[in-house]
């Protein structure tokens, strides 16, 4: 398609976007350090359907009074959040041509509840779009789809027990954590190590006064349900866990032994990286992600560099229908050197920061 203003040719990857390497972002955002992979998971790492994992493993396998039920937002935490967000702008791109614009919007798969996020550059992408694309379309996350799976890739017999696949110091956590989600430990026992991962996000999120159906996508399914809009997806449930269960051991139990932090060092790390989404400080993302020991080579490949690559050549494609179209992901791919927007300008076609 004739190229306009929206988008133009370029010749490299680096520079064009405000995109740098990690060890300049490094030096001046060293304040912005995560200790814990789960604040950097929920920009990225964890996929749309782990969002919905643990009703649906509490549906498929144990009985629903077995469920944890959800902590309600501290009005300390909450108001925290709330006070913080009240002139939020989260990062969004353009990608367009003649006759077609794609709207990139980086999102945080679950927020505390009556989060303030949007604007109103934002709401106007909203309103001109006329498709809404996720990391998973809506039918598929309500239809059991993740949870059966889930139960087909992440439960196998003959596995080490769950305690034998945690660091030594982290064995008292694992235990206390198992205990609050209130499923037995003989079914950790059975779950691979992603899985089990999965599960005790969960337990993170109630101890973080968090909800499922609080985050930025479950708001734009609702916007663009009630307006008459289609909703597709880039990935199927058994496509996004397929890349966990492909993990190796050592990156399974790195994600697994992420998940056992202490909830008041997780409360200040969550609400940093909750700013930092807020601000649409790609610097800072792009830090956090430089500086997480856990996240290994092999994660930040399969998780993000990989589906990065896959969703860039989507996007290009997209580009050669006319249109207008909203694309939310997790915000951390849409941060760094390896980026949507860095792999759409290796194909020669870059984006306009717009908010």
């Not at 030096?27 to 995560?34: D, P, Q």
């Amino acid at each position: 398609m004739p190229l306009a203003d929206g988008v133009r040719r370029v010749k490299s990857a680096s520079g064009a976007n405000g995109h740098c390497g990690g060890g300049a972002l490094r030096r001046k955002h060293g304040r912005m350090k995560w200790k814990t992979l789960l604040s950097v998971a929920l920009l990225a790492i964890i996929p749309a359907s782990a969002v919905v994992f643990a009703d649906n493993v509490a549906n498929g396998v144990a009985t629903k009074s077995q469920v944890p039920t959800r902590a309600k937002p501290t009005s300390r935490s909450n108001g925290n959040a709330i006070l913080r967000l009240e002139r939020a702008r989260p990062g969004l791109w353009l990608l367009s041509d003649q006759d077609t614009k794609i709207w990139l919007f980086g999102t945080v798969h679950v927020l505390p509840a009556h989060t303030q996020w949007r604007s109103r550059v934002l709401d106007q992408a909203m309103a001109e779009s006329q498709e809404l694309v996720l990391e998973i379309a809506p039918d598929k996350m309500k239809d059991g789809s993740a949870g059966l799976a889930m139960l087909q890739l992440g439960v196998s017999d003959g596995l080490p027990p769950i305690r034998a696949r945690v660091p030594a110091d982290k064995q008292r956590v694992l235990v206390g954590m198992i205990d609050k989600s209130k499923l037995p430990e003989a079914l950790f026992d059975r779950l691979e190590s992603w899985a089990a991962g999965f599960t005790l996000v969960g337990v993170q999120f109630a101890q973080l006064g968090l909800e499922t159906g609080s985050g930025v996508e479950d708001a734009l399914t609702t916007r663009f349900q009630q307006a008459g809009k289609p909703i597709v997806g880039l990935e199927t449930p058994i496509e996004q866990l397929g890349y966990f269960d492909g993990l190796s051991e050592d990156s399974q139990r790195a994600f697994l032994a992420s998940m056992l932090e202490d909830p008041t060092e997780l409360r200040g790390e969550f609400d940093a990286m909750l700013a930092a989404w807020a601000r649409g400080d790609e610097r800072a993302i792009v830090a956090s992600f430089d500086e997480e020991a856990n996240l290994t080579d092999e994660l930040r490949t399969v998780l993000l560099n990989k589906r990065n690559a896959r969703w860039a050549d989507w996007l290009a494609k997209r580009l050669e229908k006319p249109g207008t179209v909203m694309v939310a992901v997790g915000a951390g791919h849409l941060a760094g050197p390896e980026s949507v927007q860095a792999m759409l300008q290796q194909r020669g076609l870059a984006t306009k920061r717009m908010q």
